[in-house]
């Protein structure tokens, strides 16, 4: 090989070695193997050196270990290949056990849609208020299989405009649980007793427990929420208590479509908050501008 330039690079003489300066030649070839893999600064843009390329820049002994870092790059590269592979082939076994299994939910719920219709289609007005308060115990049900039931359930047994109050309609009465739901994760409505006060209604008696957390007393109680030493004061009584609502829900029946008209939910929270803050000024300081906690 002759003394001119090769490209950009100018052939070097190679170092004299000594045993005490091994160690430190072995680090600056490691240092200088990613330089050497992508060349001299030519321009901006760094390229791979082929394999002649780099047998003319460089020794023997660098070239081998090159071939060392690129052998032990390819077999990385591999091993995460084979990963990969390995994962979306785990991912679709667990697709394909999960369709059945799937197919199987989809059959129950189906299953349980066709029974609850035509068994509520033949009971009355006691039997669709008792099963109110089982699906709706919690609020609106956090599992998509209970979700689903529930709204089977009150298209099985209300109106389409069914009244609640200041509105109306099954997406409504929906919507109302999901609120409860959210402002109380850890509520519990519980059906107390059932009294006929005509052919067509009766009365649920209900009780409430719930705890109050900031969440839900700035929810009920937007005066609570901006900040002053009264309001402190009072948030100091309530946060982390737990109480029990008395309450009732009035079920008016539609003979002729067998269904539920109407529904009148009352909460009574004056007692327990009395009891909580100890005096009517505080009382009537939270119920500013209070929202109905409806069920």
Request: proline share 2%.
């Amino acid at each position: 090989m002759s003394e001119e330039v090769i490209g950009t690079v100018l052939l070097r003489k190679q170092p004299q070695r000594h045993f005490s300066s091994v160690t430190t030649a072995a680090k600056q070839r490691k240092n200088r193997m990613s330089s050497i893999l992508t060349g001299p600064n030519v321009s901006n843009a760094q390229r791979l050196l082929t394999m002649d390329e780099l047998s003319a820049i460089t020794d023997q002994e660098t070239l081998a270990e090159l071939g060392l870092l690129l052998k032990d790059r390819r077999q990385r590269r591999k091993i995460i290949q084979q990963r990969h592979q390995k994962k979306k082939a785990r991912m679709a076994e667990e697709l394909i056990d999960y369709v059945p299994k799937l197919r199987e939910e989809v059959e129950k719920l189906k299953f349980r849609h066709n029974s609850l219709k035509t068994r509520m289609t033949k009971n009355s007005i006691w039997s669709v208020a008792s099963e109110y308060f089982r699906v709706f115990q919690h609020g609106f049900p956090r599992l998509e299989t209970s979700q689903a039931e529930a709204i089977v359930f009150l298209r099985a047994t209300m109106a389409s405009d069914v009244n609640i109050g200041i509105v109306s309609g099954i997406d409504a009465l929906v919507e109302r649980w999901k609120v409860f739901a959210r402002t109380f994760p850890d509520g519990a409505v519980q059906l107390e007793r059932l009294n006929r006060i005509s052919d067509a209604s009766l009365i649920a008696t209900t009780s409430t427990r719930v705890l109050l957390t900031r969440q839900a007393i700035e929810s009920i109680f937007p005066s609570l929420r901006e900040n002053s030493t009264r309001r402190d004061v009072i948030l100091t009584k309530l946060l982390g208590r737990r109480v029990v609502l008395r309450g009732s829900v009035r079920f008016h029946w539609d003979s002729a479509t067998k269904r539920v008209a109407e529904l009148v939910t009352c909460m009574e929270m004056m007692s327990p908050m009395l009891q909580l803050l100890g005096n009517l000024e505080d009382v009537a300081f939270a119920f500013h501008g209070a929202s109905d906690l409806m069920m």
